[in-house]
Structures are given as structure tokens and as C-alpha cells.
């Protein structure tokens, strides 16, 4: 079945270091979310990427798609202690419709 | 708007005892899902229903776990017996649901808080 795998596992920054996490697919996605999870609290929908080479922001994040819609990245700036929790990307699971499958997550931690 | 509701919260059982989840999406959501998330993963899908049909139930290990939900509202997640790899927080999401097509945009799914479930 289809993985997403994201890179890195952890990471570890000061605060208003910049912050990168990149998701990878080994199969072309129709479309890409992003989820946010903070610590003992659950996911919550970042956005939704569709379109091939798509960038989208909010406020200081950084959205993504591959021109191969094979990989996405979510870009940091100035890292803040609220910015803390594990980032998910997630993508189609299948022919079931809304079925997704997560990748593993970054867990972020911002040090003040 | 009221956000998906689950209940109990937390739950610690013994091995071999059962134990029941419930979940109560957000009003007018047709689609539910069930996920399974180990600590340091990402969420699992393990059932998902359109309504109070079973879209998917690929990943759900039905020899132990069961779901229903019955009047397409609110659901239950059963595991019996339960076993020590099955501690993990047990989400629900729900979403609208709709009609799939190509180009279509991947309908945003919202979550409940969990039940963290510890199994000794």
C-alpha cells in the first residue's frame, strides 16, 4: 500500500530558528494535508495542497507540492514556543473516499 | 459549532479484559472514522464508515476489534480481548463526506480529543 514517509523524526531548535520537515511518497498524490498535533492534544488541519508545485502560506508556515506531487515540504520562519507539537503530512489512502494515510510525523521542539 | 465528542477520556485495563470506545462526530457528518495511534506514530486508520456503512475496515484486526454505528451517528470502538500492543490513543474524525472524484479536494477531517488507552 501507498507509505508517506517524513523526514525528521525530531527536531530540536532555538527559538526564532527556521524549521523544515519533508514528506515523500513513493506514489503520485492527487493531493497532500497537513495536520498539527500538540503535545497530549490531537491532530488539527493545517491545509490541503492539490496542485503540482503549489506553495501556499499562513502567517510564518510554508506549504509545499512537489512538481511530481511526490513530496511536500512545511517550512518554519522564526520558530516560537507555540510552534511546538508533531507535524504530519497525510496523504490519499486508497480508493476508499477520505481514507488518508499519515506519515510518522516531525516532533518539533522549540527551546526559548 | 460542537467538535467531535469521545468518551471516556482515558481508560487503564488488564490484558484479556474488554473494553468500549464511543464517539460522537460532529452534527451532519456523514463519514466517521476510527483511527489507532501508537506513541511516536502517526494515526492508523482502522475503520471508516459513510453513514452506517463500513467503507474501509482493512486495518481493523477483527479477531479482537469490532465497530458499528448503527443510526449513522454516534459510534462505538470494541476491543475483547484486549492485548498489550493495543495501548495507543483510539481517535475519531469525522467529515462531511461526499461524492469522490478526480481533482476533488480531500475533505478536511476533524478529530476528537482521544482516549488514551493503557493496557497492564
Known amino acids: 500500500g501507498q507509505q508517506v514517509m517524513q523526514i525528521p523524526q525530531y527536531q530540536h531548535v532555538q527559538e526564532g530558528e527556521d524549521f523544515t520537515t519533508y514528506c515523500n511518497s513513493s506514489?503520485?498524490?492527487?493531493?497532500i494535508q497537513w495536520y498539527k498535533q500538540r503535545p497530549g492534544g490531537h491532530p488539527v488541519f493545517l491545509i490541503q495542497?492539490?496542485?503540482?508545485?503549489e506553495v501556499k502560506k499562513q502567517k510564518r508556515l510554508t506549504f509545499q507540492f512537489g512538481e511530481a506531487k511526490k513530496n511536500s515540504s512545511l517550512h518554519i520562519t522564526a520558530t516560537q514556543t507555540t510552534d511546538v507539537g508533531t507535524y504530519f503530512c497525510?496523504?490519499?489512502?486508497?480508493?476508499?473516499?477520505?481514507?488518508?494515510?499519515f506519515g510518522q510525523g516531525t516532533i518539533l521542539t522549540v527551546h526559548p | 459549532e460542537a467538535g467531535v465528542a469521545q468518551s471516556p477520556r482515558y481508560k487503564i485495563i488488564e490484558k484479556r479484559q474488554s473494553v468500549a470506545f464511543w464517539c460522537n462526530p460532529i452534527?451532519?457528518?456523514?463519514?466517521l472514522y476510527w483511527y489507532q495511534q501508537i506513541l511516536g506514530q502517526g494515526p492508523k486508520l482502522l475503520i471508516q464508515?459513510?453513514?452506517?456503512?463500513?467503507v474501509d475496515d482493512s486495518q481493523l484486526p477483527k479477531d479482537r476489534f469490532s465497530a458499528e454505528r448503527l443510526k449513522g451517528v454516534d459510534s462505538t470502538l470494541k476491543i475483547q480481548p484486549a492485548k498489550l500492543e493495543d495501548s495507543a490513543v483510539y481517535l475519531c474524525?469525522?467529515?462531511?463526506?461526499?461524492?469522490w472524484g478526480a481533482g476533488r479536494l480531500q475533505e478536511t477531517q476533524y478529530f476528537g480529543p482521544g482516549t488514551r488507552l493503557l493496557v497492564l
Open positions: 464508515f459513510q453513514n452506517n456503512g463500513v
Open positions: 497525510a496523504g490519499p489512502g486508497g480508493t476508499s473516499y477520505g481514507k488518508l494515510t
Open positions: 452534527s451532519g457528518h456523514a463519514t
Open positions: 506514489t503520485t498524490l492527487s493531493n
Open positions: 495542497l492539490v496542485k503540482s508545485g
Open positions: 474524525a469525522s467529515s462531511l463526506g461526499g461524492v
